[in-house]
């Protein structure tokens, strides 16, 4: 981030704006937003400003710049379209260490304006730092269709009821809620709607509720939260309003750092990760976190990847909160096999073809994993297979012994919607080898019996194809080759 967003407060200041065609037009129509006492100088203006000039919303200086207009000035405009006059005032307002803006010349300029959605008093701003001023626009046409017109209008209830909020729910994390709760419910549609009385009504009842529950013992919540794969746009509505809500967020490792963006920034984090036989807080630490940290009254998220019901050992810690009497809420989030299987176009299950999909651990608490293989092994079924990088060789081996075909089809997606992501199809005789000679680490999803052609579908040009190379049926060894990539054909 170069460019630091900040709003200027210019209630009664001076601000100077040097030039009179349409650009400085604009930007004077923004300032009289506010107000600021606004100066423009310039031999000649527009129209608008000089009727603006006459009914006294500007004052008009009907000559050239001088630096000492720049006397008391709180910010600087110059818009005069002349490389020279505008970098005289550019350089005069930096010397005197006033912030400066040159329309269409940042370099110039200290300060850029942003695009605005005005919502007065709520004003969203959005930069791109000069790089994309058309997806700024873009950015503000989306706001504008989902904020609601008269948004400011609970803003400005709000403002007018923040003292009296604050001496009847004296706890800051209480007071909080209280608001979130007001904000969304029917105190925020009433208001919407213009039905002032029933806002009253609804906003009295809500502080009686809030007084009755102050006095009650604190309740705390754990919401064990499904973070999808790693990609934040995969998040649920739901995820992400119960990310705004917690005070404290338990992080897994496969949780995308990115995600967290999307929590308070005041929340406490705490990061409980599990690196595949690295360090680890204990799963009974965690189950104790969770719980001591629900008993302060605390709202606990606890951010799992993919879906918290699958290998997310969410009973665990369903079952700590359950036993301490704290209510326990599941967010579902987006499993890495369907997170990865549509960003490679490969259908999980197929009409009269595949007709069962099973997920299944290639890892196992008591060593080697040991599954009933057969039964994943019928004609009619698919697997993806999580967890299973570090036992690759094992997984194949007791698959081919337990009679799987060795053409079967196996598709690799290593860190899936995340940096890095790379898909890898082959077969299963060739499993142990397309993970070694592709250095393929964890996260990462291996799919069996599931491949594109069978299901009438194009591979996506991105995936590689790897099969490792055969030994020629006679020996020429200055020609053999350890491994290629090259098409399964
Ligand atoms: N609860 C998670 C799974 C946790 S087990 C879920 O529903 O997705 C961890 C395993 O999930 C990893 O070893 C890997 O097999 C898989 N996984 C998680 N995120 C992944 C990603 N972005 N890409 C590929 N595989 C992923």
């Known amino acids: 981030m170069r460019y630091f967003p900040l709003f200027a407060d210019l209630a009664e200041a001076d601000v100077l704006v040097v030039g009179g065609g349409e650009a400085a037009a604009r930007k004077v129509r923004l300032l009289c937003k506010t107000s600021a006492r606004i100066t423009v100088v310039a031999e000649t203006v527009t129209e608008e400003l000089r009727g603006l000039a006459e009914r006294g919303a500007i004052a008009l200086l009907p000559r050239a710049f001088l630096a000492r207009d720049l006397h008391g000035q709180r910010l600087v405009y110059a818009a005069t379209g002349d490389g020279v006059c505008d970098g005289a005032v550019s350089r005069a307002a930096k010397a005197r260490g006033i912030p400066v803006n ?71 994390r209480r007071r909080r809620r209280f608001w979130e709760r007001l904000l969304r419910g029917p105190f925020r549609r009433a208001v919407l709607s213009g039905a002032q009385n029933e806002a009253g009504r609804i906003l009295a009842a809500e502080l009686e509720d809030e007084h009755r529950l102050t006095h009650a013992t604190p309740t705390g919540r754990v919401t064990l939260i499904g973070c999808g794969p790693g990609d934040p746009d995969l998040l649920t509505l739901r995820a992400v309003q119960r990310l705004q809500e917690a ?111 099973a ?24 697997f993806a297979i999580y967890m299973g990088i570090g036992n690759a060789p094992l997984l194949r081996r007791q698959l081919l012994s337990a009679g799987a075909d060795a053409a079967t089809p196996v598709v690799i997606v290593e860190n899936g919607t995340r940096e890095g992501e790379r898909t890898i199809a082959t077969t299963l005789a060739d499993l142990t080898d397309a993970v070694a000679q592709h250095a393929v680490v964890s996260p990462a999803v291996i799919f069996v019996g599931l491949d594109w052609a069978e299901a009438g579908l194009c591979r996506p040009a991105f995936v590689i194809v790897h099969r490792r190379a055969r030994r020629p049926a006679i020996e020429r060894p200055l020609e053999r080759r350890a491994a290629n990539t090259e098409a399964l054909t």
Not at 310 to 334: H, K, N
Not at 359 to 382: H, I, M, Q, R
Request: glycine share 6%; hydrophobic share 50%; charged share 25%.
């Open 247 to 357: 005070d404290v967020l338990v992080v897994d490792r496969l949780v995308d750092a990115k995600i967290l963006e999307y929590a308070r920034r005041d929340a406490e984090r705490v990061f409980v990760g599990k690196t595949p036989r690295g360090p680890a807080t204990s799963q009974a630490e965690i189950n104790r976190l969770i719980v001591r940290e629900a008993q302060a009254g605390k709202a606990v998220a606890r951010l799992k990847g993919g879906d918290p019901l699958i290998f997310g050992r969410a009973a665990e810690e369903m079952s700590a909160c359950q036993a301490a009497d704290i209510p326990v809420e599941v967010v579902p989030g987006v499993t890495a096999a369907q997170a990865c299987a549509a960003r490679v176009g490969l259908p999980l299950t197929l009409r009269e073809r595949i007709r069962q999909f």
């Open 359 to 382: 997920v299944v651990t290639g890892a196992s608490a008591e060593g080697e994993p040991d599954f009933e293989w057969p039964a994943l092994l019928a004609k009619d079924a698919a």
């Open 102 to 172: 040159v329309i269409d010349a940042p370099a110039l300029s200290t300060f850029i304006t942003p695009a605005i959605v005005d919502r007065d008093p709520v004003t969203v701003a959005i930069g791109t730092e000069g790089a994309a001023p058309v997806l700024a626009r873009q950015i503000k046409a989306l706001l504008e269709t989902l904020l609601p017109a008269n948004l400011g209008v609970l803003a400005s209830r709000a403002r007018d009821l923040r003292d009296g909020v604050a001496r009847a729910v004296v706890d800051p």
